[in-house]
């Protein structure tokens, strides 16, 4: 489970709180650049770029742009020209300051008309915030999602879950779920979580699309082929970090990549849709378990 070190508590809790303020900025910043017409792609670059200008090492994954019955892991690849149309946009950021993260997500409606869409999940994820202290068990959290989202009309994504955060991993253990389930995890002061309600007026659940732009290191192994092994000397500044295909200079990269991937290095995150194509909507906050509550870190 994502524990703060408690001989370092003061230094660490700094360093998210860091990753966290350079977010909230990045976020307001982008949100405001999303317009119907506007690159996807420049928006995704302006997202990466802007959190280390502001001061951060890095993002803690590429910046995820899903659209409509996308729900997650949507990314431009490298040279896309798709613009934004009247979409309903989950833009979903990461930051890391020294291998420590913050993780936050928001709804961008550039249609206008899934407003009460966007407000179930933001709704669901302050109430399931207002749950949180030392004790909580995360079944607590994933039920009081699921009424919250249910009692505004739509449903929770059951497949999908927040998550522990821990150095260098954005999705570490526990799961938080966001429907209810028969056993969770205690939480416990300074565990560090993730949550993410996703609401939907679809199936409530996601598949894998077709399409994959972000990968990450899973293990270390040696290879035989010189271009994964260029690859994996590239991919080396990320560590255990996401990284999207867009930033590979590698040639052959498709090939590498998969190389790496049958050899169980890599791990990859295909687009998650909407199983019944239904509109989805995120919203997310990282926050530190206290005593008596917690503190956002991405607020």
């Not at 892991?73 to 613009?83: I, K, Q, S």
């Not at 993730?194 to 994959?212: H, K, M, N, Q, Y």
Request: proline content about 5%; hydrophobic content about 40%.
């Amino acid at each position: 489970m994502a524990k703060v070190n408690p001989d370092k508590t003061e230094e660490i809790f700094e360093k998210y709180f860091k990753a966290g303020r350079i977010l909230s900025q990045v976020r307001s910043e982008a949100k405001d650049r999303m317009k119907v017409g506007v690159s996807m792609f420049e928006v995704a670059e302006f997202v990466e770029k802007r959190t280390l200008e502001l001061g951060a090492d890095g993002s803690a994954f590429p910046c995820n742009l899903s659209r409509n019955d996308e729900a997650a892991h949507a990314t431009p690849y490298a040279g896309e020209e798709t613009v934004f149309g009247e979409d309903v946009v989950k833009l979903d950021i990461g930051v890391q300051v020294d291998g420590y993260i913050a993780d936050s997500a928001i709804t961008v409606d550039l249609s206008g008309e899934y407003g009460d869409l966007v407000k179930a999940s933001e709704v669901a994820l302050n109430a399931a915030i207002g749950t949180v202290k030392d004790g909580t068990n995360t079944a607590e959290i994933g039920a009081v999602i699921e009424d919250t989202i249910i009692a505004l009309g739509f449903k929770p994504v059951g497949n999908l879950t927040g998550h522990g955060i821990d150095r260098y991993t954005p999705h570490a253990p526990p799961s938080v779920p966001n429907r209810r389930i028969g056993n969770g995890s205690v939480l416990h002061t300074g565990d560090v979580i993730a949550i993410e309600p996703f609401a939907t007026d679809g199936a409530g659940r996601v598949v894998d699309g077709s399409l994959t732009e972000i990968f990450q290191v899973v293990r270390s192994k040696p290879v035989r082929l010189p271009a994964a092994r260029k690859l994996l000397k590239e991919l080396e500044p990320y560590r255990t970090l996401p990284f999207a295909k867009r930033w590979c200079k590698t040639e052959q990269l498709d090939f590498a990549l998969l190389q790496l991937e049958k050899a169980g290095i890599v791990h990859s995150y295909p687009v998650l849709k909407e199983a019944g194509g239904g509109m989805v909507a995120q919203t997310e906050h990282t926050l530190i378990v206290t005593d008596d509550g917690c503190q956002v870190t991405t607020k």
